[in-house]
């Protein structure tokens, strides 16, 4: 039962660490539309480092698989790795958007 728990801990930090990346991206648009790029630079940069967390976890998970240690499957794992998928293009759309209300204020 402990590997429940263990895989758990890794689905509730897949599901955090892309909801605080998608929340620091959105915060980098909100910054670039009040030109405030230095800040906005500063939230895109926190918003990868929560991807890199989800990274690591995804990582290890995929180490374990090869090793064989299936994690188990459920509707709450999926949700973790939509989560992910979804903060990573949200994240690469906030970039975009920066660039554009930065390019827009020269």
Excluded: C, P
Excluded at 11 to 27: C, H, P, V
Excluded at 47 to 55: I, K, M, V
Excluded at 71 to 96: P, Y
Aim: hydrophobic share 40%.
């Amino acid at each position: 039962m402990i590997e429940d728990f263990e895989n758990q801990d890794v689905i509730m930090g897949l599901i955090i660490s892309g909801g605080n990346s998608k929340g620091a991206s959105f915060e980098a648009i909100k910054a670039a539309k009040t030109g405030d790029f230095t800040k906005a630079d500063a939230k895109l940069k926190e918003a990868d480092q929560f991807l890199t967390e989800a990274h690591n976890s995804q990582t290890q998970m995929l180490t374990n698989e090869a090793n064989g240690i299936h994690a188990k499957m459920s509707l709450l794992m999926v949700h973790a790795q939509d989560h992910v998928m979804n903060a990573i293009t949200f994240r690469d759309l906030a970039g975009e958007i920066v660039d554009l209300y930065r390019s827009t204020r020269k």
